[in-house]
């Protein structure tokens, strides 16, 4: 079954933030979800070391609670891993603007970080992920700011959860800035790397779905794709992200300077 939030990537990515889609994402989920009325924001008190050491138990769970435990991750480099397209076992008991049943109508974010002082400051870059990408979210159900809840704010009884360790009022701040423009987001991915040095290897544009040309054409071939038709669509995707997978790097399926470096010269 194939559940409702299959926009969340595109959201994601037209707010210009770097994804990976969990192989089997669109079909995970408790049930399908209610009408979305916004986010409730987390810390996976994960190991401290690591990008998302934490995605193996968000997609499964734990002995005491089955996955998917969030739809969405967040790594400590920014990368938004969509885990789930339905219902996840993230908010328990609580309350937000009147709404009590948190699984079934706000969206799970878990981004990796212990809680603890061993892990703040919050990379930059992840903070700065996170609220851009909550700031989509909500502009894409029709919700202010005022919409996106920290567990601990949820949670009820009230104490019973701490996550996330930062403070929701400053967060909701800047996530509000990001909705009405007053901080546009700078775009994370570049159209294309910077000129290659005289006498180098020539610059290497980085490709995603969509691309079309040569480029798409060498990337084909490097990854012994056949016909190398220069379209880069979903099976070269496919491709994409089980050889970034097989090189350590994250399966964002967007051909980048990393990936370039690790393909064959062509």
Not at 56 to 84: C, E, H, K
Not at 140 to 159: I, M, Q, T
Not at 243 to 254: A, E, N, S, T
Request: hydrophobic share 40%; proline share 10%; aromatic share 6%.
């Amino acid at each position: 079954m194939i559940y409702a939030l299959t926009w969340l990537p595109g959201v994601l990515r037209q707010a210009g933030l770097k994804v990976a889609e969990v192989d089997g994402w669109e079909s995970r989920g408790r049930a399908e979800m209610g009408a979305v009325a916004g986010v409730i924001c987390h810390h996976t008190a994960g190991p401290r070391n690591g990008n998302m050491p934490s995605l193996g138990t968000l997609i499964n769970g734990r002995p005491d609670l089955p996955g998917p435990l969030s739809q969405v991750g967040i790594g400590r480099d920014g990368t938004w891993y969509v885990i789930a397209a339905g219902r996840c076992n993230h908010a328990g008991a609580g309350s937000w603007q009147g709404i009590t049943d948190g699984n079934s109508r706000f969206i799970g974010i878990e981004a990796e970080n212990t809680g603890l002082a061993n892990d703040s400051p919050w990379p930059a870059v992840q903070l700065d992920a996170y609220k851009r990408g909550v700031a989509a979210i909500l502009s894409h159900v029709g919700n202010p700011a005022s919409f996106c809840a920290g567990h601990k704010e949820y949670a009820l009884p009230a104490g019973r959860k701490d996550d996330p360790d930062f403070d929701m009022d400053a967060f909701r701040a800047d996530v509000a800035a990001f909705m009405d423009g007053s901080r546009p987001p700078p775009p994370l991915i570049p159209a294309a790397e910077p000129p290659a040095a005289p006498g180098g290897p020539p610059g290497r544009p980085t490709l995603r779905r969509g691309s079309t040309g040569d480029d798409v054409r060498r990337l084909q071939a490097a990854l012994g794709l056949s016909p190398a038709d220069g379209i880069f669509g979903p099976g070269t995707e496919a491709a994409v992200r089980a050889f970034q997978r097989g090189q350590g790097l994250v399966p964002d399926g967007i051909i980048g300077p990393k990936s370039w470096a690790l393909l064959p010269a062509g």
